[in-house]
């Protein structure tokens, strides 16, 4: 039977509720089954979301990141991060308010300005490996985030005093999404009753008060300081962005973008950092080529960027972004209203055998010397709504990555790969990927170890 264009794309004949625990319990299996069974496009319902049309074809993603700021909302998709970002964040924002913001944040993140904050991307790295054990296991990932965290402190922030980032980091991991999300899941339903609501919420919202009041306190001081306009800080120079009519963004603006730069920044490039490793030291020909880059003083980094690609294009830490349609759309032939979803997903695009012809293989050459479209690789998500941080997220692995394969000798622990398991709305190493250091004098004459089984972690 011919589709007719008012069809709604397909979907399995099975309950909201059984579709939000596959969508929640066995994301992977359930994407796939559903590529298996339906193609490129297909519809999901959820019970928070409602109907989620899906899809993972180039034509149709590129037509979203296209699409006027009229068209498609990706703030009112995103309306479950207010609580934790701020009504004034560009990630819950549209239309005009969105471009005023994204301009003003934009310059500090562009990627010429990258080499600035290089030596400090180093120093904190060094000082984190100078803590590790050496010759007894620990997870990576744990360690990542410290990394990625002290990164923000110092470079976003322009913090450096050891109280101060204490104090900071303290409050910061007070409200990490991971811990509440959860709950924030379960916005749409608490919040008809106002008491539930209440009660749900009443700790985060204590340590949410207890940021934003550190956070206005930062601001305030900075904008007092005299050295604020030659401080190169990303902080320091929102402070004097200004917008096309002279207006620079208010303090309430500041603060909520400044969280926006953590949610954003911490967890899913400590996690991509993990990630990284898991499957570099999964493939020791690979590993080797990245030490060898590292060590050779004329080496380009060229090759480690492949990687870090190459890894978010088989581990996106986010497996799709959405859009409320505010203008009839059409995906795939399908007619959808104003008010539906339309989903870009990454994951299954990343694994589109048609674009990347194997794509479970770990190749990193697929990204040398060539980029591929932002409708084919989309870790960061694209057009209009892009990741502001894309490029500090790339260089910052980049500069992690190499400082540790410069200092020491790496080897993994499990003999399995790690799974991939849900941790709120990202996808992350089920087990943290722990892994076992050894500085490189200890070591020296050595060829790199192969992964050895240990007591799971």
């Known amino acids: 039977m011919a589709r007719r264009r008012t069809d709604l794309p397909p979907t399995p004949p099975l309950p909201a509720v059984v579709q939000t625990a596959l969508w929640v319990f066995r994301p992977i299996q359930f994407m796939h089954w559903m590529r298996a069974h339906y193609g490129d496009t297909y519809r999901v319902k959820l019970l928070a979301a409602g109907d989620v049309v899906a899809t993972a074809n ?12 009229e068209q498609l909302h990706a703030g009112e998709a995103n309306v479950v991060l ?16 969105h471009l005023r913001q994204r301009r003003l944040l934009l310059p500090p993140f562009h990627g010429d300005r990258m080499r600035a904050y290089e030596v400090a991307m180093r120093e904190i790295t060094q000082a984190a490996v100078a803590r590790w054990p050496r010759g007894t296991a ?15 402190l110092r470079v976003v922030f322009g913090i450096t005093d050891p109280d101060r980032t204490r104090e900071f980091r303290d409050r910061m ?9 959860k709950r924030f899941a379960l916005l749409p339903i608490a919040s008809r009753i106002p008491a539930v609501e209440r009660r749900l919420f009443a700790g985060f919202n204590r340590a949410k008060a207890d940021f934003d009041a550190l956070m206005l306190e930062e601001i305030t001081a900075r904008r007092a300081a005299p050295d604020a306009a030659d401080r190169e800080d990303i902080l320091s120079m929102l402070l004097q962005a200004t917008d096309e009519d002279g207006n620079a963004m208010s303090d309430d603006e500041l603060r909520d973008e400044l969280v926006t730069l953590v949610v954003a920044g911490h967890e899913t490039t400590a996690t991509s950092l993990a990630w990284t ?23 380009s980094g060229e090759y480690v960027d492949a990687v870090v690609k190459e890894s978010l294009r088989m581990r996106p830490i986010l497996p799709l ?17 104003p008010g539906r979803v339309v989903a870009p997903n990454i994951y299954l695009a990343h694994y589109r055998e048609a674009t990347w012809g194997d794509p479970e293989e770990f190749r990193p050459e697929r990204f040398i010397g060539q980029q591929p479209e932002g409708s084919v690789w989309l870790p960061f998500g694209g057009g209009i709504r892009r990741c502001i941080g894309a490029s500090f997220a790339l260089y910052e692995m980049r500069v992690v990555i190499q400082e540790i394969a410069r200092k020491l000798e790496v080897s993994a622990v499990r003999q399995s790969p790690e799974k991939i398991v849900r941790r709120a709305i990202t996808f992350a190493p089920g087990k943290d990927v722990p892994i076992e250091v050894e ?3 200890a070591r020296a ?6 992964a050895t089984p240990a007591a799971a972690i």
């Open 58 to 69: 180039p034509q149709e993603i590129r037509k979203v990141f296209t699409a006027k700021a």
């Open 82 to 97: 207010a609580p934790i970002v701020g009504d004034n964040s560009v990630l819950v924002l549209d239309e005009q308010r």
């Open 138 to 152: 620990f997870r990576l990932r744990e360690e990542s985030q410290a990394i990625t965290m002290d990164v923000i």
């Open 173 to 181: 991991n007070a409200i990490e999404p991971q811990r509440w999300f």
């Open 277 to 299: 490793f898991e499957l570099m030291l999964r493939h020791p020909d690979v590993w080797q080529r990245v030490v060898d880059e590292a060590r050779d003083p004329d080496g």
């Open 321 to 337: 972004v959405a859009r409320v349609i505010k203008e009839p759309w059409t995906v795939d032939g399908y007619e959808l209203k």
């Open 439 to 441: 500085d490189v004098d």
């Open 445 to 450: 004459g050595e060829s790199i170890r192969d």
